[in-house]
């Protein structure tokens, strides 16, 4: 039976960049996976506590914008289909399967805050974490129990709270984000000041 090697790579991009693209790119090359998504949560619980969120739909379209052309590195709508909150132990055990190994890949932020997760037991049975390190940027201190992979990414100092700010700013964001994101969030009004 042949097995095939999956990278999960969540987040709420909001909006998604290059610093992304890398990470993804980087992790499929590092570990030798078949294919990485890139899921765009539908209702990021820990992130609508504190501000408006764009709307998902949104966000998936830029997302395909960023993805577009670059192969085995694909957008997932999985969380955005699902109503209520996004929980990473339902999309890992939605996409579950005898013949698949999942890797989940964290940043800092992310693996530091594991232990907050919803159902974080059942995480760690269902896929391999995968941290990103970044040259340069010491790793926090990580949850004890988990048998880490750990992949080198370029550093890219770019944020998604930094290019928001920009955007609403009508700051360049060439270079930062691909031009098919650019376009889409021009098309679609995001990041203005009204919004």
Request: one cysteine or more; a negative charge; glycine letters at 10%.
């Amino acid at each position: 039976m042949t097995v095939e090697r999956v990278g999960v790579f969540g987040g709420t991009f909001d909006p998604p960049h290059n610093g992304h693209l890398v990470v993804a790119a980087g992790v499929r090359q590092a570990l030798a996976l078949d294919r990485v998504l890139v899921v765009v949560a539908g209702e990021p619980w820990q992130k609508v506590a504190t501000g408006p969120v764009t709307p998902a739909l949104d966000r998936l379209e830029m997302v395909s914008a960023l993805l577009d052309g670059v192969e085995g590195v694909e957008p997932s709508d999985i969380e955005v289909r699902r109503p209520g909150p996004s929980f990473t132990a339902d999309t890992l055990a939605s996409l579950r399967a005898p013949d698949r190994v999942l890797f989940l890949v964290l940043g800092f932020d992310a693996a530091a805050a594991l232990p907050t997760w919803e159902r974080v037991d059942e995480v760690r049975e269902l896929a391999v974490p995968v941290l990103v390190d970044r040259p340069g940027i010491e790793a926090p201190p990580l949850p004890g129990g988990w048998a880490w992979e750990r992949v080198d990414v370029p550093r890219l100092d770019i944020s998604s709270t930094d290019l928001r700010r920009r955007l609403r700013s009508g700051l360049p964001v060439e270079g930062l984000m691909p031009p098919g994101v650019i376009s889409c969030v021009g098309d679609r009004g995001l990041y203005s000041e009204a919004t």
